[in-house]
């Protein structure tokens, strides 16, 4: 089983949840709102400004994903190359 980080949980990610789950996958919802479609069918979810790319290291130290799917076009692309484990 992978740990998937999916940002972006709108409807598509929705999809992408259910379908990662039919394969065993634990999957990780964030979006920059609570309530958004993919969290309600996650196995977690974190709610944070996608913009701001300290928030987005604490959730990816936090979970330790080995999968990150970037799905929203509003996340912050400032991640640096960095060992989380």
Do not use: N, W
Not at 13 to 20: H, L, N, R, T, W
């Amino acid at each position: 089983m992978k740990k998937i980080l999916l940002l972006g949980s709108g409807e598509l990610g929705k999809e992408f949840v259910i379908s990662a789950q039919r394969k065993g996958q634990h999957v990780i919802a964030c979006d920059s709102y609570a309530g958004a479609p993919a969290m309600q069918v996650a196995d977690e979810f974190e709610v944070f400004d996608m913009l701001d790319g300290e928030a987005l290291e604490r959730v990816v130290e936090k979970h330790h994903p080995d999968i990150i799917v970037p799905s929203a076009q509003s996340v912050s692309m400032t991640l640096k190359k960095k060992e989380f484990r």
